[in-house]
């Protein structure tokens, strides 16, 4: 970026997209979870994961639940971004690959869970922005030399 204003767009664009991938994420986990908003709640997460025949279902419904729900919160954050982005990018993909896969369209369709994950790992790619924790807990400082 060469200007300041360049930056701080890329910081505010950064920053919104961290905030719907959090909306979405924390919904989905409290969901998983909790059984917030109709959702199944953990007994019924870890039945449906048994129902696609996941490997270890209680395990992989408390751990898919985790990385949604505080994932969700630490995107809304900047904490620990990078590292939630790529947890939530692979995520999705086992989404795809054991219950989204119907053709674009189809209300399995996998569109918005594909849309999710290489948001997710574009993030984990790119960083949280300076609007984050991160930024103001794990900037690196520099000292600029002056001659």
Not at 37 to 50: I, N, S
Not at 117 to 139: E, K, N, Q, W, Y
């Amino acid at each position: 970026m060469n200007t300041r204003a360049e930056r701080t767009l890329l910081d505010l664009g950064l920053l919104l997209i961290r905030l719907v991938l959090a909306a979405v994420f924390i919904f989905h986990g409290g969901q998983k979870l909790f059984g917030f908003f109709d959702g199944l709640g953990l007994q019924g997460t870890v039945k449906f994961m048994e129902n696609i025949q996941v490997p270890m279902p209680m395990a992989s419904a408390v751990v898919v639940g985790i990385v949604e729900f505080f994932g969700g919160i630490a995107l809304a954050l900047g904490l620990l971004t990078r590292l939630f982005a790529f947890m939530i990018a692979f995520d999705m993909t086992v989404a795809i690959l054991k219950v989204h896969h119907g053709s674009f369209g189809l209300p399995s369709g996998m569109e918005f869970v594909l849309m999710l994950g290489v948001t997710s790992l574009g993030l984990a790619l790119i960083g949280p922005g300076r609007l984050s924790l991160d930024h103001a807990i794990f900037r690196k400082r520099t000292v600029v030399a002056t001659a």
